[in-house]
C-alpha cells in the first residue's frame, strides 16, 4: 500500500468508498445523521439485527416462559454453545473449543484459576507493563490467592517507548520461573499486534503455558488459536463484535485441555446430559463448555446472534483488508493535514503490527477530544495524552475519515479546544 495520500481530496474519499466491498454493510447500523463514529474500538454501534435478535429472546421468553430453555428458535440451554460455534472462525478455533460467557474478567480469573499451577521454582506470571488494568488486577489477586507476592512473581515485560512491546523483551523474559504467560493480542492503547504465534511457540519450547486478552483484536484482525496451540484466549463482544454494553464474553480453550477441571467450578460448568441430575460431584462437560460458571445472562448475550450474522457474511478477511487501507488512508491524511499542530502517531505504522485503530498524542489530548465531540465527531480519550480513532470496516466509510481530519484541522487552527478543560471525564 502506498505510504502517500494520492490525493487528500473529498472526491478521492467518495471514490474509495464507490470501490468499499463493504459499503453496504452501512445500512445495518444505526448510525445517527451529521455524526462520525469513532470509538467502535470501545463500544461498537447497535445493528438492526442485533436489536432483532434481542426482541426474539425477549418474545421467547414472554411466550414460552421456562419452557425457552429447551424451546424456541434460539433454546437458552444451548445458546452459549451455539454462540461459541459462531464466534470460532473469528478466531481461528474449533466450535468446541469456543463459548460464549461471563465477563472479560470473571474469563479471566477462570482461566488463570485452571491453568496458573505453581510448582518448584516455576511460580511466576509473565505479562506486560502496557496490558489492560482490570487483567492486572486479576492476576495480582490470582498470585496472591495462591499464597504469593505480586510484587516478586507477576512480572511485567517492560515497553521501551510507552507505546509498543517487543516479542524479544517477552521472550528473553520467558525464564523457567515462568508458570503462565498472559498477554494482550492487541495493546489497547498504541493497537500493536502482537505475534501471537511466535511468541506461542516460545513459551511451549520452555513448557509455559501461554494465554491471550483478545478484547482489542477479535473482530478486527483474524487468528488461528488451534493452528497455533494457543492455551486458552479470552475477549469481551461489545467492541469490534457490537455485541452491545457490558454484553456477555467469550473464551476459548485448546482442545488437548479438555478434561480439565475448571478451577472455578459452577452449575454450568456440567456436562448438560449430566447437569439436571442434580449431583454434588460435579461431570464438567467435554469442551470449552467446562469453563463456564453460571447460568448465561440471555437478554445480555442476544444481541451477539445478530452481530455475529453479519460477520459471518462480511468475512473476517475483507474486514481486515479494509481495516488496513482506511486505517492507512487516516494516517496519511493526518500526516498531510496535521504536520504544523504537533501530533504524534503512536500506533505501529507496519500493517502487520497494526490493530484496527489510530492512536494520535498530543500534550492537549483531553481537550482536543472535548473539541472533537462538540463537534458530531466521537473519539476515545487515553491517559495521560492519547486519542484513539477507530474507523470500523463495517459502519465507517473514507468520508468519515476525510471529514474527521478535515474538523480536527479546523479545531488546531481556531484553537477550539481551549475552551476545555484538559482533563478526562468520568468515562474517558
Keep these: 500500500m502506498s505510504t502517500n495520500v494520492v490525493d487528500p481530496s473529498r472526491d478521492y474519499a467518495l471514490q474509495l468508498d464507490e470501490k468499499d466491498e463493504l459499503a453496504s454493510f452501512q445500512n445495518e447500523f444505526y448510525l445517527k445523521e451529521d455524526w462520525i463514529y469513532l470509538d467502535g474500538n470501545s463500544l461498537g454501534l447497535l445493528s438492526k439485527r442485533a436489536e432483532t435478535a434481542l426482541l ?14 429447551t424451546e424456541g428458535k434460539h433454546p437458552w ?3 452459549s454453545e451455539q454462540l461459541g460455534e459462531m464466534s470460532a472462525p473469528l478466531v481461528g478455533a474449533k466450535s468446541e473449543e469456543v463459548v460464549v460467557t461471563g465477563s472479560t474478567t ?10 496458573y499451577k505453581p510448582e518448584g521454582k516455576r511460580t511466576k506470571i509473565l505479562a506486560d507493563s502496557l496490558t489492560f488494568p482490570s487483567d492486572i488486577y486479576a492476576l495480582q489477586s490470582q498470585v496472591k490467592l495462591k499464597g504469593y507476592d505480586p510484587e516478586e512473581h507477576l512480572i511485567q515485560v517492560k515497553s521501551r517507548d510507552g507505546r509498543i512491546v517487543e516479542e524479544e523483551d517477552i521472550i528473553a523474559a520467558m525464564t523457567d520461573e515462568v508458570a503462565l504467560i498472559m498477554l494482550p493480542g492487541v495493546m489497547y492503547r498504541s493497537g500493536q499486534v502482537l505475534d501471537m504465534k511466535r511468541l506461542t511457540e516460545e513459551a511451549h519450547k520452555r513448557n509455559i503455558v501461554i494465554g491471550f486478552d483478545l478484547c482489542h483484536s477479535i473482530g ?3 487468528h488461528s488459536l488451534s493452528d497455533w496451540e494457543v492455551d486458552f484466549a479470552f475477549w469481551c463482544n461489545y467492541k469490534h463484535l457490537n455485541g452491545g454494553p457490558g454484553g456477555v464474553a467469550g473464551l476459548y480453550v485448546n482442545e488437548k485441555h479438555f478434561g480439565k477441571n475448571p478451577g472455578l467450578a459452577g452449575w454450568f460448568s456440567s456436562n448438560k446430559q449430566k447437569q439436571f441430575d442434580m449431583e454434588h460431584q460435579l461431570t464438567p462437560a467435554n469442551n470449552a463448555g467446562a469453563f463456564q460458571i453460571g447460568t448465561p445472562h440471555m437478554l445480555s448475550v442476544a444481541p451477539l446472534i445478530g452481530s455475529l450474522e453479519i460477520f459471518k457474511e462480511a468475512g473476517m478477511e475483507r474486514i481486515r483488508e479494509k481495516s488496513l487501507r482506511i486505517t492507512r488512508y487516516f494516517m496519511d491524511l493526518i500526516n498531510y493535514e496535521l504536520k504544523d499542530y504537533n501530533f504524534t502517531i503512536g ?11 489510530i492512536y494520535l498524542e498530543h500534550k492537549e489530548a483531553a481537550r482536543i477530544c472535548k473539541a472533537l465531540k462538540a463537534n458530531s465527531i466521537v473519539p476515545d480519550f487515553r ?5 484513539r480513532l477507530a474507523p470500523v470496516a463495517l459502519y465507517n466509510s473514507y468520508e468519515d475519515v476525510w471529514k474527521a481530519v478535515q474538523i480536527l484541522k479546523r479545531i488546531m487552527e481556531e484553537e477550539q479546544y481551549k475552551q476545555f478543560e484538559n482533563k478526562r471525564g468520568v468515562v474517558a
Excluded at 502487520?352 to 485503530?357: A, K, P, V
Design 347 to 357: 500506533n505501529p505504522l507496519e500493517d502487520d503490527r497494526r490493530g484496527g485503530h
Design 106 to 115: 470473571i474469563n479471566l480469573h477462570q482461566l488463570v484459576s485452571t491453568f
Design 77 to 79: 440451554f444451548y445458546l
Design 56 to 69: 426474539e429472546i425477549l418474545n421467547s421468553w414472554k411466550q414460552l416462559g421456562i419452557d425457552g430453555w
Design 220 to 222: 478486527a484482525i483474524p
Design 383 to 387: 491517559n495521560p495524552n492519547g486519542i
